[in-house]
């Protein structure tokens, strides 16, 4: 069965320095989402995209994120100066269709920010 | 803005027994209302969704109910097995929408 997968598994990185976390979604989908979940809580919503543009982001997305699709199967969220308080695990999901059809998650990228 | 309230944040059942989480939603156009499963260290999994043209969904020992008139939804799960323990979040979004709400989870016990 096709599954979501992300890489790396975990990154360590300082305070201000750049992270780039990367997905390759399921093939045949067309919606990318991206999700944090800092230790012992929810999933919070970060962004989606579709058709090579972001449909939607939420309050936490601002501008020391972004996303992209640099090619055909991967698809990358990028922190420009990360913060203490970026730690969290990173899950990647994807689905065929909008958000009311099923996401499929990655396995996450634990991120620490020291 | 949107919120999806889940109670209660833990519970406690012996094998056997079942167990019943309830969310609401504020957003009264979301209409699709996933369920996942999160066990220790792993991904979130779809475990059963609804749609709001549906009151009732079952697959074998889970259940949702919707009542979108009260805006609430909950997941039955019945003879209830060690390997239901995990932590269970419910979810809301809109048809044709983007963005997926996730309530603030359920640590579901099941003693043996």
């Known amino acids: 069965e096709p599954e979501v997968t992300q890489t790396p598994s975990h990154q360590v990185t300082q305070m201000g320095q750049e992270v780039i976390l990367r997905c390759v979604p399921i093939?045949?989908?067309?919606?990318f989402y991206w999700y944090r979940q800092i230790l012992g809580q929810k999933v919070e919503f970060l962004v989606s995209f579709y058709n090579n543009e972001i449909s939607e982001k939420s309050e936490i997305f601002d501008d020391q994120f972004s996303v992209e699709r640099p090619d055909g199967s991967n698809f990358t969220l990028k922190i420009r100066s990360t913060k203490l308080e970026d730690s969290a695990m990173y899950f990647c999901a994807s689905s065929e269709d909008g958000a009311d059809r099923t996401q499929y998650f990655g396995p996450g990228t634990r991120l620490l920010v020291l | 803005g949107e919120n999806v309230e889940q109670h209660p944040s833990t519970l406690s059942v012996q094998e056997g027994d079942s167990a019943v989480i309830k969310c609401t939603y504020s957003d009264s156009a979301s209409n699709y209302f996933p369920w996942y499963k999160q066990e220790l260290g792993k991904r979130p999994q779809l475990i059963i969704d609804i749609r709001s043209n549906v009151g009732e969904k079952k697959d074998q020992r889970i259940a949702v109910t919707l009542n979108k008139t009260a805006k609430h939804f909950s997941l039955h799960i019945t003879e209830t097995q060690p390997e239901d323990s995990a932590v269970y979040f419910c979810a809301a979004s809109r048809t044709g929408g983007f963005k997926t709400i996730f309530g603030a989870g359920t640590r579901l016990f099941v003693k043996a």
């Open positions: 093939s045949n989908h067309l919606y």
